[in-house]
């Protein structure tokens, strides 16, 4: 019982992150107005940001320690999408979108 109700749960978690790699793809290929690409643009600026000061973190603990450099893409494709997505969520409120 506990095995399948993992199961489902983490099937959920996986679909909720297609949902938002795809959400992330679709809105930063649509078209839009400039209000709408002044959104994405920072948006997308503070993923990349957030993203990068992340890899740079876990070089640098990687090599304190000195273990080889181990990286999921997963796990950073899934946490670019969350962030991307909190990030749009937040510039669509404060710029009225």
């Known amino acids: 019982m506990m095995f399948e109700t993992a199961m489902i749960f983490l099937g959920v978690i996986l679909l909720i992150f297609v ?12 078209p839009g107005d400039e209000r709408n690409q002044i959104i994405v643009w920072k948006a997308s600026s503070l993923t990349l940001l957030a993203t990068i000061g ?13 273990q080889p450099l181990i990286a999921n893409p997963l796990v950073q494709l899934e946490t670019a ?5 909190v990030a749009l969520m937040y510039y669509r409120k404060k710029h009225g979108g």
């Open 81 to 85: 999408a969350i962030i991307y997505f």
């Open 54 to 66: 992340g890899k740079v973190l876990d070089v640098i603990e990687d090599f304190v320690r000195a």
């Open 19 to 30: 949902v938002l790699d795809i959400f992330m793809l679709v809105s930063l290929l649509r």
